[in-house]
């Protein structure tokens, strides 16, 4: 596919004309600019939803293998996230709690911990 700039890709999808019209009375209520932005931004929203505590810690990580900093790393991913409960910034790691109950701990070295009740998550890591 034609890239338009770097980290993105043309794509383009026959919906139906349903699905079409809800995008445009999304985008209309929103005040968005583009249809490309609602769609973009709703298709963010949906695969947001069903991130785990797994899909989470794999976006940090994958993040931090390509040299962004642990805190840049979080703060783009964790920070806001409609799953995540909680995020405390210590030093030389990232604590979040998942709305499900989990706790993971990412270390700057990219060891990662975790753990639901008593017992603990397995993370593969760097």
Do not use: C
């Not at 709690?97 to 753990?115: A, F, K, N, R």
């Amino acid at each position: 596919m034609p890239r338009d700039k770097e980290g993105a890709q043309r794509k383009v999808f026959m919906l139906p004309t349903e699905l079409v019209e809800r995008v445009a009375a999304y985008q209309a209520r929103t005040g968005l600019s583009s249809e490309v932005e609602a769609v973009r931004r709703l298709l963010s929203d949906a695969l947001r939803m069903r991130d785990d505590w797994r899909s989470i810690t794999d976006q940090v990580v994958d993040r931090m293998k390509r040299s962004e900093p642990l805190v840049d790393a979080a703060k783009d991913v964790v920070v806001g996230h409609p799953a995540v409960a909680t995020v405390s910034f210590e030093p030389r790691q990232v604590v979040f709690q998942m709305l499900t109950g989990e706790t993971l701990q990412i270390s700057e070295s990219g060891d990662v911990t975790g753990e639901h009740g008593n017992q603990k998550l397995n993370y593969p890591g760097f």
